[in-house]
């Protein structure tokens, strides 16, 4: 088994899972009907790209692992996302915070892996590509609606990218595993992609009548499985039927 | 969760529909469970189906990566084809992507009857979605007077729409390139 390609596969997807949980938890709970369905409507598009990784992952470990084994049976520190996307859904302009600061990166993200030398990986690109760049106008969207809208939505929206700043660093550091892909061609070099990251965040603060933080320290390792206090009462909920009932299915 | 196994790297080079003829009239038959109207045919994701050996191997393409239908998509290809007197096996690939222009003629206008606003073409939706251009026709009473009330509608693949002049809601399916 290529250890690396697995934690790679891993580091990737996991993002996107614990997201899709995250926006699932909303389920029911959204602010209004359409973003409700919004929120939701994202968490299945990215558990849809799991889903592809999580097979491709199972076939790379070669031992009878399923895709479900791999989102439900792993222990925390085997959790490769990064710490933003775990961050709780403290009121809307967090979710849409978390949502927006993750989706720049995720869209410049896909359209590079559409160039890795592996193919089912530049597949899975190729078609969340098009997805995620329905996300970024989403969270965009909003971001600019409460920014710009009352002053208690500004203050909410200010005070939401101010906490997450602190995480989105991270999202350009490549862990060890990540290295050796992106030596050999499969994995995105993501410390590429920060500048443009960074310009692309702030044009819409701008646009958003939002400040843009200053910050000296920065957050990490999720990456490494080093994970928030957020992040044990996530899986308990993701996990707790395979669990309680191991080996279930629908 | 395991019904049909994603099955990327051996199909990665068909663009093209590679579909057996004989098998047209079966799968013609199985529809979208989302929108029972339209024949999975005329939505563009059955890719290729042949037989080998008394044995229809079949590739799908999802709309959406996380569209819930295609399990039973799958599903339901396989109980066709076994009624037909065929075992099968049903993969779902990623490559190419499927976009909106696979959608037939037949199936745009299944899309209209059922209530389902057809996809415009990527500028016109980019109008539409981003610019609030009133463009989409009513599919109940046929006005250009309406408005978009939420980029994500009922499904990953459509849009909420209300008609200003009649104000029926509908789906608009969106563009997909």
Known sequence: MNENLYKYILTVADNSLILGQRLGELCGHGPSLETDIACTNISLDLLGQVRSYFQYAAR???????EDDIAMLRKERDYLNVLLVEQPNTDFAYTIGRQFLFDVYHLAFLKEMQNSKD???SS????SVKEASYHTRFSSDWVKRLGDGTDESKERMQNAINDLWTYTNELFEPNEEEKVMIDEGIAVDITKLKDSYYQTVNNVLELAALKVPE???YQK???QGIHTEHMGYILSDLQYMQRAYPDMEW | MNQIQHNVIESMMIAEQNIDEKLVPILTEVSDPEIPVLSIMDMGVVRSAIIENNMVKV???PTYSGCPAMDVIGDDIKKALRDAGYKSQVDLILHPAWTTDWITPKGRQALEDYGIAAP???EADKDVLLNGKRIVTCTNCGSGNTHLVSQFGSTACKAQFQCDDCQEPFDYFKCLK
């Not at chain 1, 790379?60 to 399923?66: E, K, L």
């Not at chain 1, 899975?124 to 078609?127: G, R, W």
């Open chain 1, 60 to 66: 790379i470990a070669g031992d009878g692992r399923t």
């Open chain 1, 221 to 223: 390792g999720g990456k």
């Open chain 2, 59 to 61: 590739e799908i393409t």
């Open chain 2, 120 to 122: 415009l073409d990527a």
């Open chain 1, 215 to 217: 910050l000296k320290f």
């Open chain 1, 119 to 121: 193919l089912t990986l």
């Open chain 1, 124 to 127: 899975i690109a190729n078609k």
